[in-house]
């Protein structure tokens, strides 16, 4: 029996896929042209729900990127909570205007958590929503109110700790997150429920050393894996798998892919305890 105040936890890998996605528009190849569903990737994000201390079903975003909408469709989301970014690149960012149908539909604001860069990156974007009084026309925007967060700070919500950590995306900083359930005193619970504790290491070529000590006793790490070549903003299949072993959580999934990953042929040749992640895995602790 856990000790956390949260219950029934699970997260929902929206997307999975690279920054064009998969199939890539124009592309014939083996991959853009199969018939398996698990090979066709939209871009990556995922979700958190959770039954808050107060009986209260609660969503959290990881990223917010361009199928978000999508996404919200396939899985019949009605509410976002909150949402955290890792980083400002287009497809993990290019959702969130969308985001204003939950303001609707919930009557209340949505926060978002965000780096400093990524912060400065959203409001010049999206500065219909951050400059609404600008706006030529009164229009509907979404309601979010923005908190800037850095590595190392935790942030507690609604009985479940996110605890951003840096990775390196190319030279890029960007943030990962440690996701833990707290008890009943605000501490990260002794058993954590469903795929807690949990990181989230979308879009990175590097750990850094100091990051390493956030992948410690992970029942879930879900872990960039691009393609089998190199590439200098993204792990290979040879670097995911290195870093998953050191890392030795008890599943590891892998996301982020090109069209260069066939699942069943490539998945079929993971070590144990590691598999590919496809649009709509569902991670319960299971
Ligand atoms: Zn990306
Ligand atoms: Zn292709
Ligand atoms: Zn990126």
Known sequence: MSDAVVTDVRMILLGTGTSAGVPIIGCDCEVCTSSDPRDRRTRSGAALLFTDE?????????????????????????RVDAIFFTHDHVDHTFGLDDVRRYNALMKSPIEVHCDLRTRE???????????????????????????????????????????PFEVLHGRLPVLAFRIEALDGAGRVAREQPGPLPL???????AMPPASWPRLRGLETLVLDCL???????????????????????????????????????DGAELP????LGYDGLVLDGA
């Open 54 to 78: 107060d009986g209260h079903e609660r969503v959290v975003l990881l990223d917010c990127g361009p199928d978000h909408r999508e996404h919200s469709l396939r899985h019949r989301l009605k």
């Open 121 to 163: 990156f959203l409001e010049r974007v999206y500065r219909h929503i951050f400059r609404r009084h600008e706006n030529v026309n009164d229009s509907f925007v979404a309601d979010l109110f923005v908190r800037t967060i850095a590595a190392g700070e935790p942030v507690d919500f609604r009985g479940v700790r996110f605890t």
């Open 199 to 205: 990181a989230y290491c979308t879009d990175l070529s």
């Open 227 to 265: 393609r089998h070549r190199a590439h200098p903003t993204h792990l290979t299949v040879a670097q995911a798998t290195g870093i998953a072993r050191e890392a030795d959580a008890r599943r590891t999934v892998f996301v982020h892919m090109t069209h260069d990953i066939l699942h069943a042929r």
């Open 272 to 275: 144990d305890g590691m598999e």
